[in-house]
């Protein structure tokens, strides 16, 4: 007779494994609270110190979590840490090239796991405009750092992740679409599979209900494949301050004028890009231009990704499946901090920002870009679970058919991960610099205005940042000389 014990016995370790995992998530997502609520109140310096314990980040800014290590980036160029930052930034860029060129196995090894549990015990998978934020932050800090040499090797750096992210995910399409060539061929190559699920009926069946659930793809405005315009407008703007020939001009209008097509409305952007063309063919020369002001704004924080489960058709044979859901990440928006900053000279209002780039929409284009991929991920993994499932009532009866039901529903989860730090847009304003060198600068429901100092110099650029509504915003200042 057959015992059925090292099946339950089976189930009942795996079980325990999925408990101490489960534990082991919790507290993250614990340590990630606090990391927001201090971040949220602009508390930046202790969000840091927090995101640095909790990825156990080295003094050098190496570690093994990259996404602790984005979070404490952020938090670390928020609170005037430039060098650290930077550090941390570099340990970052160095998990986003090792997951690049991962070993095959260990890629495989990854696939079964997001298939037979989720994706949650796999490492963070970065985004392609992570890439690019991590690439635009440091060129920040190099500024800030006055090591202008780097702040344009990281933008040329940020340009080219973008240039190739076309690349990227063409490749990855092409990848997903053997794959499920490749699980249909395994699920007709399986008979009795085969004969208990109708995977093709299925599979339609469930991305039809799965995408009647998520009609806001249908409804987001996104942004040009993987153009981030906030990089490429402070690309624009360094290769305008800090020219070092008519070169630097070109690729300053090249810049300035895709932005500029993604914002028509906007007048910084307007004249900037008539200022950079005009340097570039000669017209004018920079040394003469009227002494400016940029201010640019990050505001708010980016979208939060949480799980929603839906109910999903399988068409069985039989009705031997207790549980049938599928998991899937979507996106929740979060608010501004202020509408937008009002600047002032004494009591004149000289100007206030207008939104320059939104990351919500950043985020909305790559989220709408992987979806399909994440759909077909999901599916897959439902019906291979669903088929365990099955089996476990065929071959152990009902108890074998709830302890699977249990696993199952353990193990349907989205993976909702993200760089939530990231601001949730940018405004920017351009002024002409006051004659005393002092600005106001104001926004509805701050409570007290900001009083700024500008450096004795021609151009500066005065970075605002505000995470939540009623935060005190914070500002640092870089002067620019012709």
Not at 310 to 333: C, H, R
Request: net charge neutral.
């Amino acid at each position: 007779m057959r015992s059925r014990n090292p099946f339950i016995k089976g189930l009942a370790v795996f079980s325990s494994v999925l408990f101490i995992s489960g534990c082991q998530t919790l507290s993250n997502r614990q340590n990630l609270a606090t990391f927001d609520e201090e971040f949220a109140i602009g508390q930046y310096r202790v969000a840091a110190e927090n995101a640095l314990a909790a990825g156990s980040i080295q003094t050098d800014g190496t570690s093994n979590d990259l996404l602790w290590s984005l979070h404490a980036g952020t938090a670390l160029t928020a609170s005037g840490d430039y060098a650290l930052s930077a550090s941390v930034f570099d340990g970052a860029e160095a998990l986003m090239k090792e997951e690049d060129t991962e070993h095959i196995g260990r890629k495989a090894v990854e696939k079964v796991t997001a298939t037979i549990i989720n994706n949650n015990l796999n490492r963070y998978t970065p985004t392609v405009y992570d890439g690019v934020m991590v690439n635009t932050y440091k060129a920040l800090n190099f500024i800030f750092l006055e090591d202008l040499q780097n702040a344009r090797i990281e933008f040329n750096r940020a340009a080219d992740r973008q240039r190739r992210a076309e690349e990227h995910f063409k490749g990855r399409i092409e990848k997903q679409k053997q794959t499920l060539s490749d699980q249909k061929n395994k699920a007709k190559d399986n008979k009795p599979a085969a004969a208990t699920i109708q995977y093709d009926k299925s599979r339609e069946e469930s991305e039809n209900t799965i995408y009647a659930a998520f009609p806001e793809l249908e409804e987001w405005k996104t942004y040009p494949d993987f153009v981030n315009p906030y990089t490429d407008y402070l690309h624009g703007l360094y290769f305008t301050l800090s020219s070092q020939d008519s070169d630097d001009y070109g690729k300053a209008r090249h810049s300035l004028r895709r932005v500029a097509g993604m914002t028509p409305n906007n007048s910084a952007v307007a004249t900037d890009l008539k200022v950079a063309e005009n340097l570039r063919r000669g017209v004018w020369s920079k040394h003469r231009l009227n002494p400016a002001v940029w201010v640019i704004f990050e505001n708010g924080e980016a979208p939060l990704v949480e799980e929603l489960q839906i109910p999903i058709p399988l068409f069985l044979v039989n009705d031997k499946v207790e549980y049938s859901q599928i998991a899937l990440p979507k996106l929740s928006l979060r608010q501004q901090a202020y509408p937008h900053l009002e600047i002032y000279s004494g009591k004149k209002q000289l100007g206030k920002t207008e939104l320059l780039a939104s990351l919500d929409r950043v985020i909305q284009t790559e989220f709408k870009k992987e979806f399909p991929l994440k759909v077909t991920e999901a599916v897959a993994s439902t019906l291979a679970k669903a088929f365990i499932q099955y089996k476990a009532r065929q071959e152990f009866g009902l108890t074998g058919s709830l302890v699977a039901g249990i696993y199952q529903a353990s193990t349907t989860k989205a993976d909702t991960r993200s760089w939530s730090s990231l601001p949730k847009e940018v405004q920017v304003a351009r002024l002409r610099k006051p004659g005393d060198g002092k600005l106001l600068i104001k926004a509805p429901g701050l409570s007290e205005p900001m009083q700024v100092e500008l450096p004795d110099s021609q151009f500066s650029i005065v970075y605002v940042k505000a995470s939540a509504p009623g935060a005190k915003p914070i500002y640092m200042i870089k002067g620019f000389d012709a």
